[in-house]
């Protein structure tokens, strides 16, 4: 046992250290070593090359939320960070406010878990709209519920 690293404010050898500090071994005496470890005052420090390993890989940038449709039927959008935030962020605004983020939405997943989630009719219907502007339809007088918008992710 080489070198340790401080886990808790303390005093060895009349040092202070801080957690996080390196704590040479020669600052504990060698029959104290386990208790103190025990007392999680220290830890042993991890050698240079375990500490330089890899990073772990990034979250996955889609993943699968199943939605039932108004029908009964689950259809599986795959989903991306983005879409989940935009629809939390219409549930959380007023009717008034949700209506004009819907309106810029322009990813056709987004707009299912909006139509999914959201049980306002005023908002079911602007994604609905919003997605028929989407896919080059002209308005539509749908209130949603229904099928997924076409074009949208998961198909």
Same mark, same amino acid.
């Given at each position: 046992m080489g070198v340790f690293t401080c886990t808790k404010p303390a005093t060895f050898a /009349?040092?202070?250290?801080?957690? /996080?500090?390196?704590?040479?071994?020669? #600052?504990?005496?060698?029959? &104290?070593?386990g208790a103190v470890i025990r007392l999680g005052l220290i830890a042993e420090a991890?050698? #240079?090359?375990? #500490?330089? &390993?890899?990073?772990?890989?990034? #979250?996955?940038?889609?993943?699968?939320?199943p939605v039932t449709l108004e029908d009964g039927t689950v259809y599986d959008a795959t989903v991306t960070p983005e879409a989940v935030v935009e629809l939390v962020a219409v549930l959380q605004t007023t009717v008034e406010g949700a209506t004009a983020r819907v309106k810029a939405i322009t990813d056709g997943t987004a707009l299912i878990l909006i139509d999914a989630c959201d049980s306002r009719k005023t908002i079911k219907k602007a994604a609905a709209?919003?997605?028929?502007?989407l896919e080059g339809k002209p308005g539509t007088e749908e209130t949603g519920g229904g099928e997924p918008p076409a074009g949208g992710e998961g198909e």
């Open positions: /009349g040092v202070k250290y801080m957690p /996080g500090d390196t704590v040479p071994a020669e #600052a504990i005496p060698a029959d &104290r070593v991890q050698p #240079a090359a375990e #500490a330089q &390993r890899e990073p772990e890989p990034p #979250a996955p940038t889609t993943f699968t939320v709209t919003r997605a028929a502007e």
